[in-house]
């Protein structure tokens, strides 16, 4: 193994851990923590509404204090993918399953993929962008967020019998 193999070994884990810890962070409600992984400049979208934008890590925080309307939520993150720009600049797509419980006891789930762009500084690497985008969710959550891109059929497929 190569000096620079295990470099992006290590960049890569710390990338990822990054992506958890923001999980992590956001079911606990620390939202100064999950802040401290943005940039000061950060800019992010989690939905096309005003009110789901933020520029900048306080107004991130300030955001996302939206989210104490919720009892109890649960992100899970998957599928991480990681595509460095250089030395200190990589995009990363991950999966994201967040579960939601409101204090009535309602409960809404959305699955959705985190479009990020992070940057070294001063040794850490941080969100520098945010984006989210919509694969489905149940009744119980009615955020109008973007779709993820997907793919139209080919030309004159059908589904097939018996598949509902």
């Not at 009535?104 to 699955?111: E, I, K």
Request: with cysteine; net charge negative.
């Amino acid at each position: 193994m190569t000096e620079d193999f295990l470099l992006d070994l290590i960049a890569r884990q710390r990338i990822e851990t990054v992506l958890i810890d923001y999980c992590a962070h956001l079911d606990r409600m620390d939202l100064a923590a999950l802040g401290a992984l943005f940039t000061t400049d950060c800019r992010v979208i989690y939905g096309d509404s005003p009110a789901l934008q933020s520029e900048g890590r306080a107004a991130l925080e300030e955001s996302l204090a939206r989210m104490w309307r919720w009892q109890r939520t649960a992100h899970h993150l998957s599928n991480v993918r990681i595509r460095f720009q250089g030395d200190a600049t990589a995009q990363a797509e991950s999966c994201v399953l967040a579960w939601h419980e409101a204090p009535d006891g309602h409960t809404a789930t959305l699955y959705g993929r985190y479009i990020d762009r992070l940057v070294q500084r001063q040794g850490n690497w941080l969100i520098a962008e945010r984006r989210m985008e919509m694969n489905g969710s149940d009744s119980g959550f009615r955020l109008p967020l973007p779709p993820a891109p997907r793919a139209s059929p080919p030309a004159g497929w059908q589904v097939p019998e018996g598949l509902d």
